[in-house]
């Protein structure tokens, strides 16, 4: 599944932005989609899935509660809101795909496609 992510930018702590996923040669239905992150000099991390076929979601502590994935069937298309950003949110944030009936997974090596990367700065 070919991924094309969007929606990076620079903005102040406590502010908000919205990553867009989406994929323009097939649905998602039977797919997870999972945000990562990467850091400089860290090592990539999960943020949070989301099982577009029921909706299901599922994040990391450090950002239960201020991030937020939905997904448009339509414009098929996975979004992560994200509220209340800290400077330590500053990453490249990566979407990925893997086949799934519901499950949970939080490790990059099971997703077999990923997006571009789109970077996410957070001043103070």
């Known amino acids: 599944v070919q991924l094309q992510a969007s929606g990076g930018g620079l903005v102040q702590a406590g502010g908000s932005l919205r990553l867009s996923c989406a994929t323009p040669s097939r649905t998602f239905a039977w797919y997870a989609i999972a945000w990562f992150r990467q850091a400089p000099g860290k090592e990539r991390e999960f943020v949070g899935s989301?099982?577009?076929?029921?909706?299901?979601?599922y994040y990391a502590d450090p950002v239960k509660g201020r991030f937020a994935m939905s997904r448009d069937g339509v414009k098929n298309t996975v979004y992560l809101q994200m509220n209340s950003l800290k400077t330590e949110d500053t990453a490249v944030y990566y979407c990925?795909?893997?086949?799934?009936?519901?499950?949970?997974?939080?490790?990059?090596?099971?997703?077999?496609?990923w997006g571009q990367g789109t970077q996410v700065t957070v001043s103070s």
């Open positions: 989301i099982t577009f076929r029921s909706g299901r979601t």
């Open positions: 990925a795909s893997r086949l799934t009936s519901d499950s949970i997974e939080t490790r990059a090596g099971k997703y077999g496609s």
